[in-house]
Nanobody, 125 residues
Framework: QVQLVESGGGLVQPGASLRLSCVASISDFASYTVGWFRQAQGKEREFVASSRHVLRTTYYGDSVKGRFTISRDNAKNTAYLQMNNLKPEDTGIYYC??????????????????WGQGTQVRVSS
């Protein structure tokens, strides 16, 4: 079973940056799409970004476009989420996931088969 471990969360002020990491215990990491989702208290899990295994294309949720960047280092079995200009509405638990979603499921939780435990991000002054 694939194990995903996130790290890098914390408490920051608005406008600050954070970089989240996700390490996967899998031998063929490069053949999987990696996604980041977040969940605010009392809300559904929301798509943030993904790095598709096909053509290495990236996708972003509308609320984070231009501020967040997803990347991956396949040699280290690690995905990253660079988050800049953080806003209070970015607060939540951030989850890493992997799978082989098709385009129609790329932005949904159903497209991913393995999930990490999450890392908390809180943006507050």
């Amino acid at each position: 079973q694939v194990q995903l471990v996130e790290s890098g969360g914390g408490l920051v002020q608005p406008g600050a940056s954070l970089r989240l990491s996700c390490v996967a215990s899998i031998s063929d990491f490069a053949s999987y799409t990696v996604g980041w989702f977040r969940q605010a208290q009392g809300k559904e899990r929301e798509f943030v970004a993904s790095s598709r295994h096909v053509l290495r294309t990236t996708y972003y949720g509308d609320s984070v476009k231009g501020r967040f960047t997803i990347s991956r280092d396949n040699a280290k079995n690690t995905a990253y989420l660079q988050m800049n200009n953080l806003k209070p509405e970015d607060t939540g638990i951030y989850y890493c996931a992997n799978g082989r979603p098709i385009l129609t499921t790329l932005r949904t939780t159903n497209g991913y088969t393995s999930w990490g435990q999450g890392t908390q991000v809180r943006v507050s002054s």
